[in-house]
């Protein structure tokens, strides 16, 4: 496969991204989002102050499980309890961030709003919502299959962690313009899925390359959280400031992909103002 | 809009439903753990560190019991064994605390740290015991025997044995002998069999549990140790004899069969039984047990019982054999040396040489072959032929000091430094022992054998070498090293007595 031409498209739909970052309208919808899963990290991590531990003291348990109330399993389980609430946040609040950035880089792009088929908004949000939990649950059951290991094994810990991320890079290959149809094109939810899942076809290699660079800027700090494992009792403050670092990373690789996928999607759509 | 509004109340009225103690045992947990990485850095620094910062590591840990206990208003809430955990966690909190007051000879705090124990946890059996525990080996290592059997007679009484648990029940088992002991100290009648009848008809009874087979097993080995304690050996060779039977059968093995066949055999040999049935038995034991670990020194055992008898060709033989079967067992050395040994009491010197230099070129790293350069000297000496002795010595000296330049570090090292020590003073060079002394005690140093070799460097240096000021000098030097102990003050008191002109 010729990597060349797709490595240059998507350089060219990084260029556009750079071009418009110092917007700040664009940051503030996935600034938004990570700021709350900021609060919830801290939630997690300060469950057990004496004004917290009756509401967060459940949602430890909920997330984390009966041994998560104890130290220092609390500390290795927070990078486990962190991915399932923002899983949570995900198909709760992430679908608006990812909306709003979407039209506002469309907007940045100069795509005007008059143009296209425009739905109700309150159709575009349901509709969204509904993408962005066909996504998640979609990463979750591949997540399942990819990263099956036996219980307890090192390195099943590692192919689980590389199963999850498979899972997520497909499933985000396979809806990464899913949000520009609806909200540019006006499509359906089933014709923006297939929509998406055409045009990542028929740019697979550009696709992948545009989901899985911002989806490396975040590996570090995931890979880190299982390293730091060993040290959660001795080196609590280190694990959290290494998922918060993650959380920061999410939230530029999210503005990235979004920026990326819709340049695309607009140059192939041929939406121009 | 206002339904969403109702939902998120609704979850927070449920979320809010947590016990606030959760947190509570989290914090407990958290500094639980600090403070014990504290104590484990503390307890792993080369030099000790001052007793300052282990009182405020004791504070530390009672401070944590304090934070932990739960309000003494605040009615437990037993679903939720809240309660309990945080009772454990003070407990293990201040059991800590009392540990580190013990190591700093603070039994005042001690005391009072078990007494609040015994008030604060009169609830929770299993913390009580853990305390009478405690409390007891405590009075024990203060000399307070009484004060231990009542501790441990308590704990009899409260607690079934769970040998192999952990917790109380782990530990009941032997206390019934620990108190036969020391009510046998007490009355300073060590072979007076009446201090361990109750212990004995505990034991008997768990013996016979076929409920708990690991339990009878156990009950048994105990058994076994009172008739050996008392010299019983008849009885405790059957005593073993069922404890191997009863090992044999139990699935997981909690002690190894093939021991307590050799501990039977052991016994027996005590019973002065005729050479034919020391020898049946050792057959048997290595026939049943031939990879054993034990089986080599079974045969040891047997030859050097059959030596004791003045049987040395039937301890010949048993040895030729154990060389022969077992040539890579670790008693092999003890075998050549025994071996050598009796050939010289034969008057088969050359033979004897033979084995000593087997010995030392194959095992030169062993106690065997560290001591075999005294017995040649030895052997001189009983011939009266003074040059070979001397030649001798001065082979096992260079010998004694090849093996401490090569091996600086090894489990012997010690060993060979007081042979050396001791050929120099056979050899009349005195100076040189006294140094060499000098030099073990400051490797040495802070061990229980620092003083002793103080001592004898200051006496040798006195009686002779006749260096009083020499000896002056050293006692100066062990007063220093060791200013508040018995020898320290000694030490004070001899300077004084050799400066009035007598020796030490």
Redesign the interface.
């Known amino acids: 496969m010729d990597w060349f031409r797709p490595l240059g498209i998507a350089g060219l739909a990084w260029r556009s991204v750079a071009t418009v970052a110092d917007r700040r309208s664009l940051w503030t919808p996935a600034l938004i989002v990570a700021a709350s899963q900021l609060l919830v990290l801290l939630v997690l991590l300060f469950f057990h102050l004496p004004g917290l531990v009756r509401v967060a003291g459940p949602l430890v348990q909920l997330l984390g499980g009966e041994s998560a109330t104890h130290y220092p399993a609390h500390i290795e389980a927070l990078p486990g309890m962190l991915d399932r609430a923002c899983l949570a946040l995900e198909v709760l609040l992430a679908w608006v961030a990812l909306g709003a950035t979407t039209l506002r880089f469309a907007g940045a792009y100069g795509v005007s709003q008059d143009e296209g088929e425009w739905a109700g908004a309150r159709h575009d949000a349901v509709a969204l919502a509904a993408i962005v939990a066909l996504g998640v649950a979609a990463r979750l059951g591949l997540s399942a299959v990819l990263a099956a290991s036996p219980v307890g094994s090192k390195l099943g810990t590692w192919a689980g962690l590389a199963g999850r991320m498979c899972a997520g890079l497909l499933v985000q290959t396979a809806l990464a313009y899913a949000a520009a149809f609806l909200l540019l094109r006006g499509a359906s939810i089933r014709d923006a899925v297939a929509g998406s899942l055409r045009l990542a076809r028929r740019n697979l290699a550009t696709t992948l390359i545009l989901v899985a660079v911002p989806a490396a800027l975040v590996l570090p700090s995931l890979i880190a959280a299982q390293l730091l494992r060993p040290f959660a009792a001795t080196h609590p403050g280190l694990v959290a400031g290494v998922l918060a670092m993650r959380v920061g990373l999410g939230a530029l690789a999210t503005v990235l992909l979004v920026g990326s996928a819709t340049r695309l999607f607009l140059s192939k759509s041929r939406m121009r103002r | 809009m206002r339904s969403a509004r109702h939902l998120a109340w609704a979850v927070?009225l449920?979320?809010?439903?947590?016990?606030?103690d959760?947190?509570?045992?989290?914090?407990a947990?958290?500094d639980l753990?600090n403070a014990d990485?504290r104590y484990h850095a503390l307890s792993g620094t080369p030099r000790r560190p001052d007793d300052a910062r282990w009182r405020g590591l004791a504070a530390e840990y009672a401070a944590i019991a304090a934070r932990s206990m739960p309000d003494a208003d605040t009615a437990p809430d037993p679903g939720s064994g809240l309660w309990e955990q945080l009772q454990q966690i003070a407990a293990r909190a201040l059991f800590t605390s009392a540990q580190i007051h013990a190591a700093l000879q603070d039994s005042v705090r001690v005391d009072q740290i078990f007494q609040q124990m015994a008030t604060a946890f009169a609830g929770l059996p299993e913390i009580a015991g853990e305390v009478s525990l405690s409390r007891g080996r405590i009075a024990e290592g203060r000399g307070d025997l009484r004060e231990a059997i009542e501790h441990y007679e308590s704990i009899v009484r409260d607690f079934r044995p769970n040998p192999g648990e952990p917790g109380i029940g782990g530990a009941v088992l032997p206390l019934p002998l620990r108190i036969a002991q020391l009510r046998a100290r007490l009355a300073l009648a060590a072979d007076d069999s009446s201090h361990y009848a109750a212990a004995r008809t505990y034991y008997r009874r768990l013996a016979t549990d076929m409920a708990s087979p690991r339990l009878a097993a156990e009950a048994t080995a105990l058994l076994a140790d009172i008739a050996s304690e008392l010299g019983h050996w008849a009885e405790a060779a059957r005593v073993l004899q069922r404890l191997e039977r009863q090992l044999k059968g139990l699935r997981p093995r909690t002690r190894d069969p093939g021991e307590a066949r050799f501990a039977a055999v052991e016994a027996r040999l005590h019973l002065h039984a005729s050479q034919d049935s020391m020898r049946a038995d050792i057959d048997r034991l290595v026939n049943d047990y031939p990879r054993h670990q034990l089986a080599p020194r079974a045969l040891l055992a047997l030859a050097n019982e059959l030596a004791a008898r003045g049987r040395s060709d039937g301890a010949l033989q048993v040895l030729d054999r154990l060389l022969q079967e077992y040539r890579t067992s670790s008693v092999v050395p003890d075998a050549l040396l025994a071996k050598a040994q009796l050939l010289e009491q034969e008057g088969r010197w050359k033979e004897a040489v033979g084995a000593y230099r087997t010995l030392r070129s194959g095992h030169p790293v062993s106690l065997a072959a560290l001591r075999c350069h005294l017995d040649i000297a030895d052997h001189y000496l009983r011939e009266g032929n003074d040059y070979a002795r001397m030649e001798a010595l001065e082979q096992a000296q260079r010998a004694y000091r090849d093996f401490l330049v090569r091996y600086p570090e090894n489990p012997y090292t010690y060993r060979a430094w007081e042979f050396l020590i001791r050929t120099l003073t056979l050899q009349q060079r005195h100076g040189e022992a006294v140094d060499e002394m000098l030099r073990l005690s400051e490797r040495v140093a802070g061990s229980s054998k620092e003083p002793q070799l103080l001592m004898d460097a200051a006496r040798t240096a006195a009686t002779q070498l006749g260096d009083t000021s020499r000896a002056i000098a050293i006692l100066q030097q062990t007063a220093q090293r060791l200013p508040q102990t018995r020898i320290g003050t000694w030490s004070t008191h001899e300077i004084d007595r050799l400066r009035g002109g007598s020796t030490p």
């Open positions: 927070l449920l979320l809010g439903c947590a016990n606030p959760l947190g509570r045992r989290y914090r947990e958290r753990l990485l």
